[in-house]
């Protein structure tokens, strides 16, 4: 990364400043608080590849967005902090959209208020087990 006109009198951040860029999730920006501390504590945790608001066309069905996704693994994590996702309708529009990304070869983790605040330090670790799992499947011989 260079940094120059951006950087105020000719000055380059400190060694902690372009620690924090490399560390950022990248891709578009986090719809809620509750994905941007998913997707910082996943990072923090070792889980590489990861990005946010991956988009995914399935032909014949339309465009999707995850809000995270590690797409080298084909796996999608969703959460769903908000109400919509709980009702009736929301929950059939989810299912029929994890449905439609199977048939791609992808699979869906959701995330629901249970796996978040006291309980994330458990979730963030069950994902990283998950993690480990999918890539030790998708190494060659494995």
Known sequence: MTFGASCSRGRRPGGSGLNMLDDRVPGGPAESHAEFIVGEALAAVGIRGLVRQHRLAVPGVGRFRFDLAVPDLRWAIEVDAFPPHRETAGHRADLRRDAAVASMGWSTTRLGPRDLGVALDGTVQHL????????QQALPGA
């Not at 990283?128 to 890539?135: L, Q």
Request: hydrophobic share 25%; no cysteine.
């Open 128 to 135: 990283r087990a998950e993690f480990h799992r999918r890539r």
